[in-house]
Each structure stands twice: as C-alpha cells, then as structure tokens.
T-cell receptor
Framework: QKEVEQNSGPLSVPEGAIASLNCTYS??????FFWYRQYSGKSPELIMF????GDKEDGRFTAQLNKASQYVSLLIRDSQPSDSATYLC????????????FGTGTRLQVFP | EAGVAQSPRYKIIEKRQSVAFWCNPI?????LYWYQQILGQGPKLLIQ????????DSQLPKDRFSAERLKGVDSTLKIQPAKLEDSAVYLC????????????????FGPGTRLTVL
C-alpha cells in the first residue's frame, strides 16, 4: 500500500493569516494530487487538484506540487473561521486508474 | 442535481451481527466507490465499480464484506459478521467515468453511514 502522509495537527492560525498544509507521498509514479476539505461529521468535498509541477491558484487557495521531492502543499490565504476543517490530501496512482489514496488529514483551526 | 444518497445514516449493531448499507449515485455516473473512514483517518477505498463490474476490490476484506451493484445503478455493501474494528463511517462516492488519464472525473461523496459495532 503506497502511503500519503500528513501532519494531523491541529494547525491553528489567526483569521486573515496564511495557512500552509503539507503532504508527502511515497509512490513516484503518482500522477495527480488532490485536496479535499471535510467539515466535522460531513463528507469530503474537492477543493483543488494539480498534476503539473509548480503552483495552481483558485481564489484564496493555492496548490503547490514538487514531484522531485514528492511533496504537495495547500496554501489558504486570508484564512477565515469557516475554513476550520480537516484537509485531506489524496493521490491518484498509476495512469490507468482513478483510485485515490488519502492521507489522514490535517485539522485546521482558524481563530478570530 | 441530486447528490449521492446513502441509507441508513446511522447504525448500531452488536459484533457478529450483519448489516447492509445502500447507495444511490448521481444520475448518469458510471463509477461508484465505497470507502471506509475510521475516526481520525482518511477514507480507504474498499471497492470500485464501473457500471456493474468490479474495477478494484483489493482492499475489501472478502471474508466478511461483500458488495454488489445490480443494473449498474444502486449499490449495497454488506458486512457479515461485523467486528468491533468495523466501526467507521462508510462513504459512497460516484463519478462520471472511472478513468480520465491525467484529467480527473471528480468523485462526489454521499453523506455516509456511521456504523457503531458494540
């Protein structure tokens, strides 16, 4: 079983700050990388996905991928209390599968 | 557009009993996934169907878990007999198609069924 690792947190940041969430993965053949947000007691919802090295921005969210270092991160700018949730990193493995392998998630707390 | 439906939302059973979960995917979605999410962990894929065929069931404990997707629409996941370690949220997800190369067909998750085994 290939692994996806995240710090479980909690990561606490003040409102308006940048939250930085990190993820490493073990399978060098991994093709695509995903960030899901999961509020307590709710199901995961997709925030962003990235498959090229570099940055991908969507509103307040930026995903960063470094395949050489097997590292993917999510930056949340201008963090809001409503961003408080668990953020799950997921990795799609080989080219011919849509199977996702999830990390354990990082719990983010944004305080006013 | 209606989302993925699951029932029941909650279930409490004693160990060695059996239980079944039901999932109705988004209309038109060919691929259906069952995940197990234990408290404090990320979802783990149990089984993936494309239409009514199994694509991946490598992490399904086949001695006690079974799943079917008749007619390529609804699906049921069964546990028989249940163990204490089966306590988890069982998530069903669906997507338009299973494989899209580098592109991605988003998986939409249902609300989940929270199973407690006593």
């Amino acid at each position: 079983q290939k692994e996806v690792e995240q710090n479980s947190g909690p990561l606490s940041v003040p409102e308006g700050a940048i939250a930085s969430l990190n993820c490493t993965y073990s399978d060098r053949g991994s093709q695509s990388f995903f960030w899901y947000r999961q509020y307590s007691g709710k199901s995961p919802e997709l925030i962003m996905f990235i498959y090229s090295n570099g940055d991908k921005e969507d509103g307040r969210f930026t995903a960063q991928l470094n395949k050489a270092s097997q590292y993917v991160s999510l930056l949340i700018r201008d963090s809001q209390p409503s961003d408080s949730a668990t953020y799950l990193c997921a990795v799609k493995g080989s080219y011919n599968t849509d199977k996702l392998i999830f990390g354990t998630g990082t719990r983010l707390q944004v305080f006013p | 557009e209606a989302g993925v439906a699951q029932s029941p939302r909650y279930k409490i059973i004693e160990k060695r009993q059996s239980v079944a979960f039901w999932c109705n995917p988004i209309s038109g979605h060919a691929t259906l996934y069952w995940y197990q999410q234990i408290l404090g962990q990320g979802p783990k894929l149990l089984i993936q169907f494309q239409n009514n065929g199994v694509v991946d069931d490598s992490q399904l404990p086949k001695d006690r878990f079974s799943a079917e997707r008749l007619k390529g629409v609804d699906s049921t996941l069964k546990i028989q007999p249940a163990k204490l370690e089966d306590s988890a949220v069982y998530l069903c997800a669906s997507s338009l198609d299973g494989w899209a190369g580098l592109d991605y067909n988003e998986q939409f998750f249902g609300p989940g069924t929270r199973l407690t085994v006593l």
